[in-house]
């Protein structure tokens, strides 16, 4: 790579302005990624939103089965918190989990299940919460250790829900109770004034939460309390300052978590089809 200027860009890591071709910053000194890497392309862009994105997109499609197949459900639910709940048949075998899924060897669930959510209301809260979580996980530690975190942690949360009770369940909620869980390890770790103010907001946050979902009953609490356990735990793993740059390595893991949901989530697809012959053709 040369030296050339090149069109402006700015620094991995001290964010200043610098050319697209140049290979060392000259302000603090950090080797850049080559700007025509095609990880490098996937995680500039807003991946937050493209999160977001896909777990509506997975919403609509099952309240789109569920229309075709039992559309009770949507027409008459349990209850206001139920509302746009998609049928407990599309959900089981669309990406929900439970311990009868990892028994019969669904292990895939354990990842699709965050991107699953059971109602108007519930997807709703959710994707409002990552939004915020998710735009500040990714300004202090970038998208594809953002990416990383939100992965494990939503499979570290349903790994501890299975175990510990074994009941149907899903959302992002694991995922989001593990980034507030490795912000808050970030802040303490990180220290001074803005390190204190972010681990303050993620514990009241925490607490919080815990309180709301006590209040509004049905809510998995093993699931959320096994993602803050492995967001907190990750965040020993994470940067102790924004900006660091991000290693190829955790690079290629994010990419691959990319690559490994949207093959489970096909996978899911796939299950649907071949447990409902025929809903499509069908008169």
Known sequence: MSNAPGRPALCVRCKKLIGT????????GTRQRS???????????????????????????????????????LFSPASFFDI?????????????????????????????????????????????WLSGLGRTATHF??????????????????VLSNLAWGGPTAGASCSLFGLMGALATFGYRRGGTIGQQIKSSM????????????????????????GLITGIALGFWLPDRENKPTSPATEWAAVACIVVSAICLAIALIVWFIASPGVFGSS
């Open 21 to 28: 071709n140049t290979s060392t910053c000259p302000y603090c």
């Open 35 to 73: 700007a025509s890497s095609l990880v490098h392309k996937i995680l500039a862009e807003d991946l937050v939103e493209a999160l977001i994105i896909v777990c509506v997109a997975v919403y609509l499609l099952h309240v789109g089965l569920t229309f075709l197949v039992d559309r009770d459900a």
């Open 84 to 128: 746009g709940g998609p049928s407990p048949r599309v959900v089981m075998l669309t990406g929900l989990t439970s311990i009868y899924h990892l028994q019969s060897g669904q292990f895939w669930t354990l990842v699709t299940a965050s991107f699953v959510h059971l109602s108007l209301l519930h997807i709703g809260f959710n994707m409002m």
């Open 141 to 158: 530690w970038g998208t594809a250790r953002f990416l990383l975190v939100f992965t494990l942690t939503g499979i570290g949360g349903f």
């Open 203 to 226: 514990v009241r946050w925490v607490v919080l939460a815990t309180l709301i979902s006590f209040g509004i009953g049905g809510v998995n609490h093993y699931g959320h309390g096994g």
